[in-house]
């Protein structure tokens, strides 16, 4: 039994931890509560002219954020490859070739559906 009072402590210690930083230790080291001006959104000193609702943006828009999301996630596997190209020989680089072309199709896609065009 003398073993497992070990780990009876650890287990308390990892339970207790974020219990206190939660409940007991968070309340006493935040910020008061607030009123009308602190719970504004901060827009370099400027007053808000309008609210956030008002400004309605194109679905296009997300779609171009996304697309790019996508191809710039999409490019970061090429470093790795790159730096492994002569320990991969042959097998390597055809499967970067289906990779590639797996990204190509999905760009002929995206450019054919006319989702590159902002207007």
Not at 8 to 20: H, K, T
Not at 59 to 79: G, H, K, P, S
Request: aromatic share 16%; charged share 15%.
């Amino acid at each position: 039994m003398a073993n497992y009072s070990v780990l009876l402590v650890a287990a308390l210690i990892v339970i207790s931890l974020p219990v206190l930083t939660l409940f007991i230790i968070t309340p006493l080291v935040r910020a008061s509560k607030g009123g009308k001006v602190k719970l504004e959104p901060y827009e370099c000193g400027v007053p808000a002219s309008s609210l956030a609702f008002d400004h309605r943006f194109s679905v296009r828009y997300f779609l171009i954020a996304v697309l790019f999301i996508i191809f710039d996630v999409e490019t970061v596997f090429l470093f790795p490859w790159a730096i492994r190209f002569k320990q991969l020989g042959w097998f390597g680089a055809i499967e970067m070739a289906v990779f590639l072309a797996i990204l190509l199709v999905g760009y002929l896609y995206a450019w054919k559906r006319k989702v590159l065009s902002w207007v």
